[in-house]
């Protein structure tokens, strides 16, 4: 019903920078909470920052005061800007939604393919 299409992925030498964008398409009513989460190899799935539709921020702890998370509600889009990036920031890093389907009540959640990022010297 929704999917959502990533970007920005890549590799990068420590210290560097990345912009992640995730846009959402389909039968869309109103996207509510969206965010980013990563998964290291040989680790689970955690999340890295949410944001609601108000914009309320909400970020891990490791990457507080290098990440910043972002959206435009007319775009349907989500962003995640990444400085400072350190070897432990490489994971595959997805983009998910909560989202009311179109003349619908019922809320879902939908998860984008997952992009590589990879901070290497």
């Known amino acids: 019903q929704v999917q959502l299409v990533e970007s920005g992925g890549g590799l990068v030498q420590p210290g560097g920078s990345l912009r992640l964008s995730c846009a959402a398409s389909?039968?869309?009513?109103?996207?509510?909470?969206m965010g980013w989460y990563r998964q290291a190899p040989g680790k689970q799935r955690e999340p890295v920052a949410t944001?609601?539709?108000?914009?309320?921020?909400n970020y891990a702890e490791p990457v507080k005061g290098r990440f910043t998370i972002s959206r435009d509600n007319a775009k349907n889009a989500v962003y995640l800007q990444m400085n400072s990036l350190k070897p432990e920031d490489t994971a595959v890093y997805y983009c998910?939604?909560?989202?009311?389907?179109?003349?619908?009540?019922?809320?879902?959640?939908?998860w984008g393919q997952g992009t590589q990022v990879t901070v290497s010297s």
């Open positions: 998910n939604t909560d989202v009311r389907l179109r003349f619908m009540t019922t809320r879902l959640t939908s």
């Open positions: 944001i609601t539709r108000e914009g309320t921020t």
């Open positions: 389909g039968n869309i009513g109103t996207l509510y909470d």
